[in-house]
């Protein structure tokens, strides 16, 4: 589905995304408030998939378009560690180091004359419910906690990462292995169109709206600083999940083919401000 006279692609789009990251990487830092969030982001495993874009188009925020790469639409399921995790500068006591495994598609918004690229969680899975309930209350994402652990093994040359959550009494699981050396994203790659949106948007609903209005009264806009990641193209890959439980129906279909690629990114530091409501 294409919104707002439909997305760009080719050459257009890739001036778009130099574009985009000539100003991500120029502004001054002192114009920014002090981030809301800083963490490291690490061994994100990504496993992405092509999907039918009226599947994901009641779920695209106002004001903004799904994002495509060469006409087609993605959904990724991607699992990581978060790492000294920080509040205003401050740790949180018990809740520093933790796994997350969320559910994402891509979109984009216009500012000017460029495309902020973004993302949007479908659903997000953590181990701890106040980590939950924080992103819920502050950034209004559809975070579930639950039993998770992970398994991370990066000997020499050979990586295997492993994301696991448990429903009930059955634990389910994201599974990578790559080797070799990380390298470097290619310009106008698949690889960077999954790994180069660098803004979250969340749908708002107005408290006092109509039932169809309420689910998407407005929307908010968040930026997530991080330099450009390596990543090791995944030799194997296994994801285990009850989809219907955690995602939805719509979603079996999709999550149930081969994912167009799989991969490890390496991760970095991150930064993530105060969300801004766009009504």
Same mark, same amino acid.
């Given at each position: 589905?294409? $919104? ?14 130099? $574009? ?41 925020? !106002? ?19 978060? /790492? ?9 006591? /018990? ?20 495309? *902020?690229? #973004?993302?949007?969680? +479908? ?5 701890? %419910? ?9 950034? #209004? ?25 448990? $429903?009930? $009494?059955?634990?389910?699981? /994201?599974?990578?292995?790559?080797? #070799?050396?990380? *390298? ?38 968040? %930026?997530?600083?991080?330099? %450009?990641?390596? +990543?090791?193209?995944?030799?194997? @890959? ?9 995602? #939805?129906?719509? @979603? ?6 081969? !994912?167009?690629?799989?991969? +490890?990114?390496?991760?970095?530091? +991150?930064?993530?401000?105060? *969300?801004?409501?766009?009504?």
């Amino acid at each position: 589905m294409e $919104r707002g006279g439909g997305p760009r692609h080719g050459r257009e789009d890739q001036r778009e995304s130099e $574009r985009a990251r000539a100003n991500h990487s120029v502004e001054p830092s002192n114009a920014r408030v002090k981030p809301f969030l800083t963490a490291n982001w690490r061994y994100l495993a990504m496993l992405n998939f092509v999907v039918d874009p009226t599947i994901i188009a009641p779920l695209v925020p !106002p004001g903004t378009e799904l994002d495509c790469e060469n006409g087609e639409t993605f959904v990724s399921v991607v699992g990581f560690l978060f /790492l000294d995790t920080r509040l205003l500068g401050l740790p949180i006591p /018990l809740h520093r180091d933790f796994e997350e495994v969320n559910l994402r598609f891509y979109v984009r918004k216009k500012s000017a004359d460029t495309w *902020r690229r #973004g993302v949007v969680f +479908i659903r997000e899975l953590v181990p701890r %419910r106040a980590i939950a309930l924080v992103a819920r209350a502050f950034y #209004g994402e559809n975070y579930l906690a639950l039993p998770m652990k992970h398994a991370i093994e990066h000997v020499d040359l050979k990586l295997s990462v492993e994301y696991s959550w448990r $429903r009930g $009494r059955k634990w389910e699981s /994201l599974k990578m292995s790559a080797g #070799g050396e990380a *390298r470097s994203i290619p310009a106008g790659s698949h690889e960077e169109f999954i790994t180069e949106h660098y803004w979250g948007y969340t749908c708002v609903r107005a408290r006092h709206a109509e039932a169809e209005e309420r689910r998407r009264a407005g929307c908010s806009e968040y %930026r997530v600083e991080h330099p %450009r990641w390596k +990543i090791w193209t995944a030799e194997t @890959f296994d994801f285990r999940a009850d989809v219907t439980a955690t995602y #939805g129906a719509q @979603f079996a279909e999709t999550l149930a083919a081969p !994912p167009r690629s799989a991969f +490890i990114a390496e991760g970095s530091s +991150i930064s993530v401000e105060r *969300r801004e409501i766009l009504l």
